[in-house]
């Protein structure tokens, strides 16, 4: 029974507006993501594995500014791109999966609530954690080594800075998608959480394969592509059998495909069953 | 209308019948939804009153394809839909707004406790963390969830889950309500607990749509009731009118010798159409179409002439089964 069993009360509140109603998506994926142990354990192991010994030693080596070279190789260092894979998937398992195996999407679509405005919402929550560990570590140690530079050259620092800032975001952001549409094949999370890692890898050995053919078949991984466009941004020269449109066509169509594959999917399954 | 009959309404947990005479909530005209060969809805049309409507049919009758018709997630072939004047095709939200819908199938969130999930959806609704924190909380006490709605969903009842169901649909007070087998799976005390619950709801000036296989369900508490087959509706009408069956039909019951009843019987047919009768030890229970009132069509001088005593006479009242049965009946005839 009830602690306090009522008659029917009328709410007499006031409605807010719908983007308001898309924020308490991503406020609940976020909150949710946060208190899972797993993700924690992976958010504080990686953070002090990949960034705290970049951080230190930023601190430690006398440095005249903020160079680029070292932001890159930071970047694209094989640790930090590993912990990010790892959480990506741990993240985004859950996003569309759990909707599908507990048919909750019925749920949601009877609401005020458009396909988009789910699929962003679940996205903003899932890139506020990947955030965490893929854009706000590297954007504290590029502050800290602008404040601990040497050298006066404060805008050559702060431009490099900049350029760190839309590395992060990109790598924060490129992996949700594609952690999304993985989710949306699937009622189980696990199975999720294995397609999610295991794309990237198969992705990354058939590009391997066929690049005894064709240099360009490097950029099906989506790794490769990334750290050519870290290349690209920082000014560092990419090898001359890659094509550089192609670097960008591979990574727009890795953010949009993945988010295209999602919006049919939920669509299909919103008026399922 | 009476202040007593206003009452008795309540009692059986019934919308006053003021509420029948206001506008109607849904007004569905010629709508037609076809999904590749399967026609899901045959240029459907019907007019939702205010109160408890139930929405009656056999599995695959579209029923659901109306209500998802009408919360518009499906868009329809030809033919308007209007829920309190919006299209839901156009004034998506907004109808959504108004709308609570609790659906059949199991859909709630296993991982979550009832405060979370209530809440969360209040929110979706468009109410802020705080309004639909204590809203969930009110609800939840309101469809007798206790300390239960802080454990994870996986592990209630189905009965809970029904209730928990219900309550997300209700958490933002929606002027209209989508029921969708409320019932199912529960238990007969639960099963009343929950028809009571809809009753209340509705006497709170909500609109229902019950959707329902169980027809004894909704006699209980329906006041309008929308019978819908292969797509196309084949009756509708308020229940009392639909119980109450075809004008002029009583049922007699009467007592006396074996060969005084069979005359009774014999003379009966010249006074119209007898339908049932059942003899049994110097009794006889009989439903008859009479022209006429019965003290005008004669039967009582019948009754004299034979030497039988007429235990009972009343008009022949149906049970939603019934209307039901027959109204399948008419519409094969009809090549429905």
Redesign the interface.
């Known amino acids: 029974m009830g602690i306090n069993p009522i008659e029917y009360q009328p709410w007499t509140g006031e409605r807010v507006g719908y983007s308001a109603r898309v924020f308490a998506i991503t406020e609940t994926i976020f909150r949710e993501r946060l208190k899972s142990k797993g993700i924690l354990a992976l958010l504080i192991i990686g953070t002090i594995l990949a960034h705290m010994f970049t951080l230190m030693m930023g601190i430690m080596i006398p440095h005249e500014a903020l160079e680029s070279e070292m932001m890159r190789s930071y970047l694209k260092s094989e640790l930090f791109l590993l912990f990010t894979i790892f959480l990506a998937s741990l993240v985004c398992a859950g996003l569309v999966s759990e909707d599908l195996g507990s048919n909750s999407f019925v749920l949601y679509f009877s609401r005020p609530l458009k396909t988009e405005s789910y699929i962003i919402g679940k996205m903003a929550g899932a890139i506020g954690i990947m955030g965490l560990y893929c854009f706000l570590p590297p954007l504290l140690i590029g502050i800290v080594m602008v404040g601990t530079q040497t050298g006066s050259d404060y805008l050559g620092s702060l431009a490099v800075l900049g350029i760190t800032m839309v590395a992060a975001a990109l790598i924060t952001v490129l992996f949700v998608p594609m952690g999304m549409m993985i989710s949306s094949f699937t009622k189980r999370r696990t199975y999720a959480a294995v397609g999610i890692f295991m794309m990237f890898f198969s992705m990354t050995l058939i590009g391997g394969i066929f690049s005894t053919f064709d240099a360009n078949w490097q950029l099906a991984s989506p790794i490769n592509s990334l750290f050519y466009t870290f290349d690209l941004l920082f000014g560092a020269s990419i090898p001359e059998n890659i094509n550089g449109w192609g670097i960008g066509i591979i990574m727009a169509c890795l953010l949009i495909i993945p988010m295209i594959v999602v919006y049919i999917r939920v669509n299909f399954k919103a008026v399922g069953k | 209308m009476t202040i007593d009959m206003v009452q008795a309404d309540v009692k059986v947990g019934k919308t006053p019948n003021k509420a029948n005479t206001s506008k109607p909530t849904m007004v569905v005209r010629d709508v037609t939804m076809r999904f590749g060969s399967v026609t899901a809805l045959n240029d459907f049309s019907a007019e939702f009153p205010h109160g408890i409507v139930g929405l009656l049919g056999p599995n695959g009758a579209g029923k659901s394809t109306l209500i998802?018709s009408a919360?518009g997630?499906?868009r329809p072939g030809s033919g308007t839909i209007r829920i309190k004047g919006m299209d839901p095709s156009k004034d998506?939200?907004?109808v959504?707004?108004a709308?609570g819908?609790m659906?059949e199938?199991?859909?709630?969130?296993?991982?979550k406790n009832a405060v979370q999930l209530v809440s969360?959806?209040g929110?979706?609704?468009?109410?802020?963390?705080k309004?639909s924190k204590r809203?969930c909380h009110?609800v939840?006490?309101?469809?007798?969830?206790?300390?239960e709605r802080y454990r994870e969903i996986s592990s209630y009842s189905t009965g809970m889950l029904q209730r928990i169901k219900l309550a997300?649909a209700?958490?933002?007070?929606p002027e209209i309500l989508f029921l969708d087998e409320p019932t199912n799976g529960m238990d007969p005390q639960g099963r009343d607990d929950m028809l009571d619950?809809i009753s209340?709801?509705a006497?709170?000036g909500k609109s229902v749509l019950l959707s329902s296989h169980i027809l004894d369900e909704v006699e209980q508490i329906a006041d309008h009731a929308i019978i819908i087959s292969n797509g196309a509706l084949i009756k509708e009408g308020d229940i009392r009118s639909l119980l109450l069956g075809e004008e002029g039909l009583y049922r007699v019951i009467s007592r006396g010798e074996k060969e005084a009843l069979a005359t009774f019987q014999k003379g009966l047919k010249g006074l119209g159409k007898i339908h049932t009768c059942e003899t049994m030890e110097g009794s006889m229970t009989l439903v008859i179409k009479l022209e006429g009132s019965p003290s005008d069509s004669g039967l009582f001088h019948l009754a004299a002439e034979a030497g039988i005593q007429i235990r009972a006479l009343k008009p022949e009242k149906l049970s939603l089964e019934d209307v039901f049965v027959n109204a399948f009946e008419g519409s094969e005839k009809n090549g429905n």
């Open positions: 998802k919360l997630l499906l998506m939200m907004a959504r707004d709308i819908y659906p199938h199991d859909c709630l969130i296993p991982t969360y959806l929110q979706l609704s468009g109410m802020t963390s309004d809203r009110e939840l006490d309101f469809v007798n969830i206790g300390e997300q209700i958490v933002h007070d619950l209340k709801i006497r709170s």
